[in-house]
């Protein structure tokens, strides 16, 4: 089966009208921010990777990031797109590993999110059609649907949410909720008074399978400090990697 031409014209005009508006007359109303992150690989004590990151707005709205994954010695590794332009927590999403042709990804249509990964350039593509329910995020959308619901995670409360998962063509119940004990001190957070948020699965069984993961935001402005837990990239064998990712001046 294979994924609808619909499906795939879609982002892309969403995409090209974004392009067009900033290099057209009201380009005024659109603006760019670069930003870089450090991955330490926490199983190995290794570095890990380098992300670079470029966001897009449109008229104050984040739109589009582009993201970069480099190894330490500068070679590429990955890249990722998220469309924001439709839905802010669920992106169009696409996520490749230049090394080997993996690719995952996911496309709201209609009612549906239709998500597809394959293993490699030359491995069969593998896709499914889900209904999820709401709240609902993908991948880079997380970021954006913790800092919608900031005050409440902050007033101690525990948000639950289906978090689609493209390369098992899936969603799993997390929940999501700030624990102080966890906070970084002000020289971690590099002189930044932060907060954690921890990110787990509602099941028992999957808590005992995936490592937590832990974002600490920086409390004045709601950019990711340290992000602690499992990431699309994989190492030489393909295994998803857990990291550290440090933002020293801005993050996601």
Same mark, same amino acid.
């Given at each position: 089966m294979?994924?609808s ?16 508006? /900033? ?5 005024a109303?659109?603006?760019?921010q670069?930003? +870089?992150? &450090?991955? /330490?690989? &926490?199983?190995r ?11 897009? /707005? ?5 739109v589009?990031t ?13 890249? +990722?797109?998220?469309d924001?332009? +439709?839905f802010?927590f669920?992106?169009?999403y696409?996520f ?15 009612a ?28 880079g ?8 619901n ?6 101690g409360?525990?948000?639950?949410f289906?978090?689609v %998962?493209?390369?098992r063509?899936?969603?799993?119940r /997390?929940?999501a ?18 907060q ?8 028992s069984?999957?808590? $005992?399978?995936?490592? &937590?993961?832990? $974002?600490h935001?920086?409390?004045? &402005?709601?950019r990711?400090?340290?992000?602690q837990?499992? %990431? ?21």
């Open positions: 294979k994924l031409s619909l499906g795939r014209i879609a982002p892309l005009c969403i995409l090209f009208a974004a392009i067009r508006a /900033f290099s057209g007359p009201d380009s109303a659109a603006s760019t670069p930003y +870089r992150g &450090t991955a /330490f690989d &926490t199983e004590s290794v570095p890990a990777y380098t992300e670079e990151h470029l966001e897009r /707005f449109l008229q104050g709205r984040h589009f582009q993201t970069l994954y480099k190894s330490p010695d500068g070679k590429a590794i990955g890249e +990722r797109d998220l924001f332009a +439709r802010p669920k992106p169009d696409v490749k590993d230049v090394r080997n042709g993996y690719e995952e990804g996911s496309l709201v249509e209609a549906d999110i239709r998500v597809h990964f394959r293993d490699s350039a030359k491995a069969p593509l593998h896709e499914k059609s889900l209904k999820v329910p709401e709240p609902c995020v993908v991948n959308g997380l970021g954006l649907f913790l800092k919608e900031w005050a409440g995670l902050a007033a409360k525990r948000l639950a289906n978090m %998962v493209p390369a063509l899936d969603f799993y /997390f929940v909720y700030l624990d102080v004990k966890r906070a970084l001190s002000e020289k971690d957070a590099a002189g930044r008074k932060s954690a948020i921890v990110i787990e699965p509602q099941s069984l999957l808590r $005992m399978l995936l490592p &937590t993961i832990i $974002m935001y920086d409390v004045k &402005t709601l990711l400090v340290r992000y837990g499992i %990431v699309n990239v994989a190492d030489a064998k393909g295994r998803s990697l857990r990291v550290q990712v440090d933002y020293p001046g801005l993050g996601p």
